[in-house]
């Protein structure tokens, strides 16, 4: 790839990105559903099981807890959406992100570490939160690149977590 082709798909990386948060802020599900690839994964265990600042490494391997109907791993973008709406179709949500690391693998493959800062309030519990997605993104056949693999850890929480997953 030349410069220029990696500088498109940095930004196509970028966009994608932001119509997520759009999307969950905004509760267009429609949208939410078109930035994953139909066999995406998202992975929240991290939120659950890992402590402040312990790396996304420090996971059994997804597939097991796909196998085993882990409530915070979720694979299939019809699913992933599914989820989605039951979660955060009655929550206020505002999600930013800033200074990614967004490294383009391939031309059809990339990863990115986003940092993240999100308000989470379902009117009974309410957090403030700080942390770092990690993905891999792919481009399809429609020349559109969109999440294949989303997974969410934290350094620092305020306040009570609305998700009843959320230890």
């Not at 999307?23 to 429609?30: C, G, I, N, P």
């Not at 949208?31 to 929240?44: C, G, K, N, R, Y």
């Not at 020349?143 to 230890?167: D, N, S």
């Amino acid at each position: 790839m030349n410069d220029i082709e990696v500088l498109l798909a940095i930004e196509s990386v970028r966009k994608v990105k932001a119509q997520y948060w759009y999307a969950m802020d905004r509760k267009d599900w429609k949208l939410l559903a078109s930035v994953f690839t139909a066999d995406a994964i998202v992975d929240f265990r991290g939120e659950r099981d890992l402590r402040p600042g312990q790396g996304i490494d420090q996971l059994p391997p997804v597939e097991q807890a796909l196998a085993a109907g882990d409530e915070a791993a979720h694979q299939g973008r019809e699913a992933i959406v599914r989820w989605y709406i039951q979660v955060l179709e009655h929550w206020v949500t505002v999600h930013h992100g800033h200074a990614p690391i967004i490294d383009v693998l391939s031309p059809t493959s990339a990863k990115a570490i986003w940092p993240l800062f999100d308000y989470i309030d379902d009117g009974k519990n309410a957090m403030k939160g700080y942390g770092h997605y990690y993905e891999r993104y792919r481009k399809e056949e429609d020349g559109r690149w969109r999440i294949c693999y989303l997974a969410l850890t934290r350094l620092h929480k305020e306040g009570t977590h609305p998700a009843t997953f959320v230890k």
